[in-house]
């Protein structure tokens, strides 16, 4: 436990930085929110079909660990987020994450560009599935694969 806690303590120049974070309260519609800036920005979509968002990002360095790789909660977000735009419908609520089952294979690097694809696995009534594979675009090397259900309700429009 010691070791745990320890490995989550901040350094001196770490805790400095974080103290001069400011966060300005968000106002919906009024930009980006911190979250949305911060995990976010950077995600380029390069495709959209229906039933498929390809996109690009490169690995920031608020996003990495201690040692320069992505950090899993990022690789996570990504999946998240990725998986939930392929069923979103525009003017509709976001659906709520259901589930999520991430295999990771390998922790990119700072810099890296990954490929981040996801497709629509099927839909039944409001409960979507999909499959979300992020890769490194030099090396083609499998970062992670998640699958990720998803719920949401929609008024009729009858």
């Not at 981040?116 to 030099?138: D, E, F, M, P």
């Amino acid at each position: 436990m010691e070791k745990a806690k320890k490995s989550l303590d901040l350094t001196h120049d770490e805790s400095e930085a974080a103290s001069r974070l400011t966060v300005p309260p968000h106002q919906a519609g009024a930009g980006p929110s911190f979250y949305e800036y911060y995990a976010l920005r950077g995600i380029r979509v390069d495709r959209v079909e229906p039933g498929l968002v390809v996109c690009s990002f490169k690995v920031p360095p608020r996003l990495t660990d201690r040692s320069g790789r992505l950090a899993n909660g990022a690789i996570a977000n990504l999946v998240d987020e990725v998986g939930g735009a392929v069923v979103h419908v525009e003017g509709l609520p976001m659906n709520v994450s259901v589930d999520m089952s991430i295999s990771f294979m390998s922790s990119p690097k700072l810099d890296d560009e990954l490929e981040i694809t996801s497709r629509v696995l099927g839909q039944r009534g409001g409960y979507s599935g999909t499959i979300v594979l992020l890769r490194n675009k030099a090396t083609g090397e499998v970062i992670a694969e998640g699958r990720h259900s998803l719920f949401g309700r929609h008024a009729s429009k009858l």
